[in-house]
Structures are given as C-alpha cells and as structure tokens.
C-alpha cells in the first residue's frame, strides 16, 4: 500500500521538458566550449603547458578552466576540435525548437567518424599549423597516431582514400542527405543568386535609361522655352520698326472728320443741313470748329436757289426709255 502510494507521489517530467532542459545544458556547453577553444592560447598553463613561478595571466577568456579545455582539445585532436562547439549548438536548437519532424538515426555517428577522421585528414596534409605565435599539430595526438598508422601501412595514398572515405560517410549520416540532393539544392542557390544578380543588372540598365530619357525631356523643354522667347523678341523688334525709326504718332482725338453724307430730299421738303462729325472719344466735348472763310466767287452767285444734293446721289434704279 505504502509502494503505491509513493508511486502515486513521484514527480514526472513530459518529454517536451526534458528536451527542453537537455537543449539548454547542451546550449551552455556549446558556449563554454566555443569560447575556451576559440581564445585557447599556448602560452597558458595548463596539463600541456607548464609554466615557472611567477605565472603568467591567463588569456583565456574562460579562465584557467578555459585554458585547461582549450588545451584537451587542441592536444588531443588538433583544430577540428572547432567544430565540436557548432554541432552542440545545432543539437541544444533542435531540442529547444518544438515543432514535429521525423526521427533521425545515425546523426550522432555520422559526427563522431567526421570527429575521428578528420584530425588524421588534417596531419596527413598540413602536419603544422600557425596558432597565435607557436605552431601546433593540426590533428592533434590522435591525427598523429592515426596518420602514422595508416601511412606505415598503406603509404600517403592509401591513408588518404581510407580517411577520405570514412569521413564522406560520417559526413553523409551527419547531413541526412544524400549527395544528389545536395548538389541539386546548391545548384538551385547558385542559379537564384545569379537570376537575383541579373535581375539587379537589368533593374540599373533600366533606370540608367530611364535618366537619359528625363535628361532629354528636360533638355528640350529648355530649348523651345529659348526659341519661344527669341521669337516673341523678334516680333517685338519687327513691330517697333528699325532703329533710328520715329514710332507712329496717336491721331489727335480732337480733329474733325468730313465724312459724306446722302442725304435724299423730297419734292417740297427743306434742303437739308450738312454738319461736320469730330472724332473725339464719347464723353468728351468737340472743340469748337472755326470760321469757314468766305471765298470771292460767292459774290458772283446769282440770286437763284441752288440745285439740291439729291443730285449727287447715284441712280438707284434705271431709267425707262
């Protein structure tokens, strides 16, 4: 009874918790790890490197614990430890992502033949490597015991294909990709990076034309603004005559006009008078006409009324015979 009851108090963790506490513990030690390796300094004392009182500061930037992990890894297999600090990352994301995929089986090998096999790659190519002032093994102690191995018993070639081989096949499983696939999807970046390219190539063609085409409009907006004011300059010029020319005088408003007059007179009626018309501008009094002088021959006029003006009109219609 007391077995069941206990059994009924145990605390559980889901499944989705647990994932989610080994991806924060794997997030620190990718962290941790990243930093020690990537400060990791030679000089630093650690089980690799002993130093003589006084000791000098430790450059790591974890410390004396970092400069001990930084040692572990470099010693043991050289730079590929730098890669082992990515992987955790990439593991610590995929458990702190919740989202649904499918199993995968044979992650976890695939990186341990890379982590095998690429420390003895690395010393059969490039034994010495460069690292902050001192040269180091490039795989480390194992690359050393590996490359000289398989090199006493297969040659360089041999060892070459062998680690080449195991390492394709560490990195397939670590990929979870076929080779196919792979190619196929680097192949689809290259051509959209390219199509992107030519796209930004045609887009700054396009507004290169379009500039011209702008400069021109402008351009010749400018020039008919220029011709029409040199043409409304020579029109002024044409209407203000030559040079030297006196401009036309105003015709003075108050002289008179003498304008005809058909006057049609009827048998019996008063001869009609005749007036003289001024040209002064409505609202303006016509300055008084002078005195018309009398010539000598009115003298001589004899005493008979004189014809009527009828007679100068012109024959409105024909005689008959």
């Known amino acids: 009874m007391s077995e069941g009851r206990r059994e009924a108090q145990r605390v559980e963790i889901s499944p989705a918790k647990g994932s989610e506490i080994v ?19 030679p000089s630093d004392p650690s089980f690799l490197h002993r ?17 001990q992990v930084g040692a572990a890894g470099f010693g043991l297999v050289g730079w590929a430890c730098l890669i082992l600090p990515p992987l955790l990352a990439v593991a610590a994301w995929r458990r702190l992502r919740v989202r649904a995929r499918p199993k995968v089986v044979g992650r976890g090998l695939g990186a341990t033949l890379v982590l095998l096999t690429l420390p003895g ?12 002032g001192d040269e180091l093994d490039s795989g480390g102690a194992w690359g050393v015991i590996l490359a000289s191995a398989l090199e006493a018993r297969m040659n360089l070639a041999g060892a ?5 081989g195991i390492f394709l096949v560490g990195l397939a499983l670590l990929v ?16 959209y990076a390219l199509e992107q390219r030519r796209l930004a190539r ?31 300059q020579k029109r002024l010029e044409r209407l203000a005559g030559p040079a030297g020319a006196e401009p036309p005088r105003a015709a003075d408003p108050s002289a008179r006009l003498d304008l005809p007059i058909r006057v049609a007179e009827r048998p019996g009626a008063p ?25 000598g021959f009115v003298e001589d006029l004899p005493e008979r009324p004189l014809p009527p003006i009828s007679l100068l009109e012109t024959a409105s219609a024909r005689a008959e015979v």
């Open 51 to 67: 130093t003589t009182p006084p000791a000098p500061p430790v450059q790591n930037w974890i410390g004396a614990f970092g400069a």
């Open 160 to 164: 070459l294909v062998t680690l080449g």
């Open 176 to 191: 979870q990709t076929s080779l196919g696939d792979l190619l196929a999807r680097w192949r689809r970046r290259i051509a």
């Open 202 to 232: 045609e887009r700054r063609k396009e507004r290169r034309i379009k500039e011209k085409a702008r400069r021109r409009v402008v351009v010749k907006h400018l020039q008919r603004v220029v011709e029409e004011r040199e043409e409304k």
């Open 271 to 295: 001869p009609a008078p005749v007036r003289r018309v001024s040209n002064a501008p409505p609202g303006r009094a016509a300055p008084p006409a002078p005195p018309q002088k009398e010539f």
């Open 23 to 41: 991806g924060f513990l794997l997030a620190v030690v990718a962290l941790l790890g990243g930093a020690s390796l990537a400060s990791f300094h």
């Open 121 to 132: 790659l690395s010393q059969l190519l490039l034994p010495r490597i460069p690292w902050r």
